[in-house]
């Protein structure tokens, strides 16, 4: 089963992804994103860390080019966050610039293949509206389109609202 | 407690108004008082000193707490935006789990989340 799990910043889909991932098969892969820049960073990455804690996941660092990353025995994987790796692919050295969309979507099509379970945690940022500058808007646009695409492909996706899950979309009974 | 959110201006005070019978002396802006419905949450959290931990136990106090939809945009390059932000959210998840009503207005229309 493939899973989307879609929120805003601070909305609680982490936890709510990570119990998803929990029910899935093992073992249990958790693709950390997130590039520390600075304290506050480093304190949001050692949060989710001590959520992970103890739940038994293989954690694996991966900031871009996810497309090459090998897990060696498939189970469930937790991919967290696309918000973070569409910055990455975008905007870092390492980052496919460009190319960011299809980079990521390659990577996911990848990790497909090596997991029986996937849930993809992405980052809602399309409701304050308002103007931004080219590389901002670029970034809007590429999340949006991989959001879209994933969504349209995976068999379940669940928008997480102050930590209730609500379902878009589930696979027919 | 019922908690209310939504998008800025999508109708949440008449939402509470009408449903649950509330005027508009019943309602504090953004501050801690005795009036039983508090709004604009994501304001309070702003100027607030107080941590997390503190805020919530007044919060659940109340009747009803209104709170705008802050989380669904780009991380503000304001550190202190950001904190807020950030707070706001973590209230609404503790307040949201307490809740026995949460509700989530859209173009004024009701979508109930969760009812116990």
């Known amino acids: 089963m493939r899973t989307l799990v879609y929120g805003g910043a601070a909305s609680g889909k982490s936890e709510y992804a990570e119990a998803l991932a929990c029910a899935g098969a093992a073992p249990l892969y958790y693709i950390a994103t997130m590039m520390p820049f600075n304290d506050e960073d480093e304190q ?24 090459d990353l090998k897990i060696h025995e498939p189970g469930c994987i937790l991919l967290e966050c696309l918000g973070n790796l569409a910055a990455n692919e975008l905007f870092s050295e390492q980052g496919a610039g460009k190319n960011a969309k299809n980079a990521i979507l390659d990577g996911v099509f990848a990790l497909e293949e090596q997991c029986h379970d996937l849930v993809v945690v992405t980052n809602n940022v399309f409701g304050d509206g ?44 | 407690m019922v908690l209310v959110i939504g998008g800025l201006a999508a109708g949440k005070r008449e939402y509470v108004k009408n449903t649950f019978g509330y005027s508009d002396a019943d309602m504090a802006d953004a501050v ?12 309070l959290t702003a100027k607030t000193d107080k941590s997390e931990e503190e805020l919530l136990p007044l919060l659940l106090q109340k009747d ?7 989380g669904n945009g780009i991380v503000p390059v304001d550190k202190a935006e950001r904190i807020a932000r950030e707070l706001t959210g973590r209230l609404c998840i503790q307040l949201a ?9 859209v173009c004024g229309i009701p979508q109930v989340l969760k009812e116990s």
């Open chain 2, 97 to 105: 789990a307490h809740a026995e009503k949460v509700v989530r207005v």
């Open chain 2, 64 to 70: 009803v707490v209104i709170c705008n939809e802050t």
């Open chain 1, 44 to 67: 949001r990455i050692e949060r989710h860390r001590l959520m992970r804690a103890e739940k038994g996941f293989h954690t694996l660092e991966r900031y871009t080019n996810l497309k």
């Open chain 2, 32 to 43: 801690l008082d005795g009036r039983p419905v508090l709004y604009n949450l994501q304001d």
């Open chain 1, 130 to 173: 308002g103007n931004y500058e080219d590389g901002t808007l670029e970034y809007i646009l590429t999340l949006a389109e991989v959001n879209n695409v994933l969504a349209q492909r995976f068999e379940r996706v669940i928008e997480v609202v102050c930590g209730i899950p609500i379902v878009m979309k589930e696979p027919a009974k």
